[in-house]
């Protein structure tokens, strides 16, 4: 019964559909959850989102909420809306490549950066190595405005090569753009392609992920949830489309930030790997690579993912255990896997809109996240883990 129920969730996956899918024998009441993401709508946490959730090897819920903008005859969002994912771009696809990358011998964690980009080396950076960058323990300083000194890609990172460390590698966690920015270089680097056709050849196609994609061309706009406008870029060029500055310095295809997608899409890719790394006969990461990368060390952060805090407060809420896995995204958005409940959580919305100042979904992530175990029907983590 297990098998067919994976087989039928995997068809209307890859065929896919976007809807809640249930049986009477498992029906569960998101009237509640319903509520929430109305009433996060009427708060303004956001103009609008789309929300998905996968529970024991299903699509159990997956419906849009709110408009593209808090005008009221703007469009309404729906499950096929594109979004900005910010630093879900880390996880999703600078992570996942460098899982592929790894487990084919073109990239070793703990091989220096300076192998792979020799200008990176002085002032103690030759002891920083790949998985610093991915755990964010390279002591890298988290992140800075270089549209303000650097007009090139090329400046941009000369000068992160150039900067100073804030601490020791390995010695403490502090999150980085500026790692993942040097890991999408890496990766070009190695592969000698384009950060944004790695990951189209490696998993947007071959999962389907059709909306998925860095700089989204003119004709999907009408599509596309709009974030807060550009005043200060300093440049005569046009600017990229991507909420993220650097991002759109380096042309719109960064490691940290500029990839796009929808709910659907990422479906796709939180079962592959709900199912360790495999969908539909089609192998794209190993389950033993995804086990590395989301090994739990010293810090609560995995291999380029976070992990859910041992200490309770975490914005997957109560619900989730503690072999947890997820991201958060600046624009909205969010991804929270749970292996040990078969439970994972995508919310995609544009709460940057009109402005970034808006930050009310720090306090409903984990409302939300705690309405959606209440509507399972789970047991809270700190009460005997199911």
């Not at 090897?57 to 469009?75: C, D, M, N, Q």
């Not at 790695?198 to 389907?208: K, W």
């Not at 940057?352 to 047991?379: D, E, M």
Request: charged share 15%; proline share 5%.
């Amino acid at each position: 019964m297990q098998t067919v129920r994976l087989f039928l969730t995997t068809l209307f996956i890859l065929a896919g559909l976007s809807t809640t899918l249930q049986t009477p024998a498992m029906a569960y009441d998101f009237t509640p959850l319903e509520t929430a993401m109305n009433k996060a709508v009427s708060d303004s946490v956001f103009p609008g989102a789309s929300l998905a959730i996968l529970y024991k090897g299903r699509v159990v819920f997956h419906k849009a909420f709110g408009r593209l903008t808090y005008e009221p005859h703007s469009t309404p969002a729906d499950t096929t809306t594109i979004y900005d994912l910010a630093s879900l771009t880390k996880a999703v696809a600078t992570t996942s490549i460098a899982m592929q990358l790894v487990e084919r011998d073109s990239l070793n964690l703990q091989t220096p950066v300076s192998h792979y980009l020799p200008a990176f080396s002085g002032k103690g950076k030759d002891k920083i190595t790949i998985e610093h960058l991915l755990r964010h323990t390279s002591g890298l300083r988290a992140h800075a405005f270089y549209s303000k000194t650097c007009t090139t890609p090329e400046q941009l990172f000369s000068t992160i090569a150039a900067d100073t460390l804030l601490s020791k590698p390995g010695s403490k966690t502090l999150y980085s753009d500026l790692g993942f920015m040097l890991l999408g270089r890496i990766i070009e680097t190695i592969t000698g392609s384009t950060l944004d056709a790695n990951f189209h050849n490696r998993f947007a196609e071959p999962l389907g992920m059709r909306s998925t994609m860095f700089t989204p061309p003119q004709s999907l706009v009408s599509r596309l949830a709009p974030v807060e406008k550009e005043s200060l870029w300093p440049f005569t060029f046009q600017r990229p489309l991507v909420h993220d500055q650097n991002a759109a310095l380096l042309g719109g295809v960064a490691g940290h930030a500029g990839l796009y997608s929808t709910t659907g899409d990422l479906i796709r890719m939180v079962t592959m790997l709900m199912h360790g790394g495999s969908i539909n006969n089609h192998t794209s990461i190993h389950a033993a690579t995804l086990n590395t990368f989301l090994a739990r060390k010293e810090s609560e952060r995995a291999s380029g993912w976070d992990l859910r805090s041992l200490d309770g407060h975490s914005s997957a809420g109560d619900y989730f255990s503690n072999r947890s896995y997820g991201h958060l995204g600046y624009t909205g958005t969010s991804i929270w896997i749970d292996p040990e409940k078969e439970l994972a959580v995508i919310l995609l919305s544009n709460r940057v809109y009109p402005s970034s100042a808006n930050i009310k979904i720090r306090t409903f992530r984990p409302l939300l996240h705690n309405t959606i175990g209440s509507c399972l029907r789970l047991k809270k983590t700190s009460d005997n883990i199911e």
